[in-house]
Each structure stands twice: as C-alpha cells, then as structure tokens.
C-alpha cells in the first residue's frame, strides 16, 4: 500500500530519524568523490549506474517490480527520465566543483538549493512558506555564504569556477527536489530511483565521450570507491531523500540537508586535513540557527493545528499530529 503524504505540519519522529540517516549519510559523498583518482564525470557516471542496480537489486527482493508494469509508471517514465538528466547534471557540476576548491566551499554552495527550491515549491507546487520558515532558510543560506565567503578568502580567487559551479549544481539539484516531489509519490521508491539513477548514468556517458574520458574503470581501489558511493550518500542518502519527497514538502528536505555541510567538512577535517577555520565554526552555527527556526515553524504549526482540531471535539480527522506511516 503507498503511504499517504504528511502535512507540513504532521512530520512523525521516522520520518525525521529517516531525515537524519539521509543527512549522515550524504555527508560522506565530498569524502568518497576526493578519494578518487578517475575524472568527476567518471565518478558520476559509475556512482548512478551502481546506485540504479543496487536499488533495482532491493526493489526485486521487495517485489516492487511489478509496478514497472502500472499504468503510473507509463504515464510518468519520461519525466522520471528528465529528473534523472537533471541529477546528471547536477552530479556533473557538484563532482567537477569539488576538485576546483575546498570541500567546505563546495558543499556549502551546493546546499544553497533551498532558496531555489522554496521559489520552485511556491510556484510549481503551491506549497507556499510561512513568514518563520523563509527566515530560516534565509538564514541557513546566509551560513553557508558565510562558509564559502571565508574558504573564497582563505584559497583565493582560483576558487571562484569551482563555486561557480557548485552554485549551479545548486540550481539543478532543486529542480531534482521538485521533480521527486511531484513524480515520485504513488511509485515505489526502489522502482523511482533505479529509473532515475540509470537514467543519469545514461546522460552522463555522452559528456564523458565528449570529453575523451575513458569509463571503463575496473581497478579494485575505485571500483570500492564507487560502491560505497552507490551504497551510503545514493542508496542510504539521495533514496531515502526521494522517499521522504513523497510525504513532506521539498523545501522542507532541501532545509534539513543544510546539515551536510556540517558533516562534509568535519569529515574533510579528519581524512583531507581541511581543518575549518574560527569563521567557519561561525557558519555552521549560523546554518543550524537556520535549521532549528524551519523546524520550529513546522512544530508551531503542529501544535496549532492540534489545538484546532481539539476545538472540533473529535468530529473531523485529517491525519494531522500523528504517525501516518
């Protein structure tokens, strides 16, 4: 049975544990894609090939591969297929940035999608934020320009395409959010993710061609490198993420994943010996401030719409303020 979507204001505390795992598990992406010794568009294209057989392999054991046969399914797939192009891309420019500056510059810039989500989610997808919660990303955003301003004057103006970049790679990795939101719910996750990965990794064997990058990488150091690439940031990070699309907004997931940049750069501190600096510290406290007051609107919310429905002495229902999972 497919779950049904919770309200902004109806978050369960699984969801939020599941919110949490995605967040940990992205973060180790940064790590796993500098430990690579094969070009960005190399990496991108074996992490989305092995992220689609390794969801496809969990949707057989699971039986969802009967719904490659729904009518769902034939309704949707060129648009599954459009948001796997689109994940290409931003893989693409993300991979590629993370070579060009710090891993810190990187992904805090790439976590700047939520102002592009939030704009997308409004226009797109009606769903409209609260005063409070534009506030936070607001100022979740500021953190991490915070973040990239202080790595830009640490590194130097040599920086700049990689943050370029990253920013880009931001732009696209919201209209990824935006197209899990709305095409993803009704499918099983297994089924959605291992069209849309392999769908990225098909798109992105032209640019590697157009490149004159070999793709055929089978030494045993990189081949475990991409399989811990499919494994934790793709199938425990970006497939729980699309899971979540389908039960809370996107703007909402594109706001929580602002703790990445928190995790990346703790992790490029012990392994790549990126050590943050004061003003980065600052930043990352900026960026929780930001995190805490989206999730304090959500819960304000909650209780808000508890209330009211207390005054209705029981006679309506809507899901509201529990586990619909």
């Not at 940035?97 to 009606?126: E, K, Q, Y």
């Not at 004057?153 to 732009?171: E, P």
């Not at 304000?300 to 509201?320: A, I, M, Q, V």
Request: with cysteine.
């Amino acid at each position: 049975m497919v779950e049904q979507p919770e309200s902004e204001s109806s978050i369960s505390s699984r969801t939020l544990l599941l919110l949490v795992l995605a967040v940990s598990m992205v973060s180790s992406a940064s790590i796993f894609i500098r430990f690579s010794e094969s070009p960005p568009l190399v990496i991108v294209f074996w992490r989305t090939l092995y992220g689609s057989i390794v969801m496809a392999s969990v949707g057989a054991m699971r039986g969802d591969l009967k719904a490659f046969r729904g009518p769902q399914l034939k309704a949707t797939w060129l648009w599954l297929v459009a948001i796997g192009v689109v994940l290409s891309l931003h893989f693409s420019t993300w991979f590629t940035s993370l070579f060009m500056t710090t891993v810190a510059a990187s992904v805090v810039l790439v976590n700047a999608s939520p102002i592009f989500t939030a704009i997308f989610s409004t226009l797109i997808l009606g769903e409209s934020l609260r005063r409070k919660s534009w506030v936070g990303v607001l100022v979740a955003v500021g953190g991490a320009i915070l973040l990239a301003w202080n790595d830009l004057m640490s590194v130097g103006f040599g920086a700049l395409t990689g943050d370029a970049l990253a920013l880009l790679s931001a732009f696209f990795l919201a209209i990824y959010f935006i197209g899990g939101r709305r095409y993803a719910e009704g499918l099983p996750i297994t089924v959605y993710t291992s069209i849309v990965y392999l769908s990225a990794a098909i798109a992105t064997l032209p640019l590697c061609f157009s490149m004159g990058l070999n793709v055929l990488v089978f030494e045993p150091r990189e081949v475990i490198i991409f399989l811990a690439l499919a494994i934790f940031p793709t199938a425990l990070g970006h497939s729980v993420n699309n899971y979540l699309l389908t039960l809370v907004p996107a703007y909402v997931i594109s706001s929580a994943v602002l703790g990445e940049p928190i995790g990346a750069t703790l992790l490029a501190a012990v392994f790549l010996s990126e050590i943050p600096t004061g003003l980065t510290l600052i930043g990352f406290g900026v960026i929780l401030l930001g995190i805490a007051l989206v999730l304090a609107d959500i819960a304000s919310k909650e209780r808000s719409k508890d209330l009211t429905l207390d005054d209705t002495n029981g006679t309506e229902s809507y899901g509201f303020g529990g586990d619909s999972n």
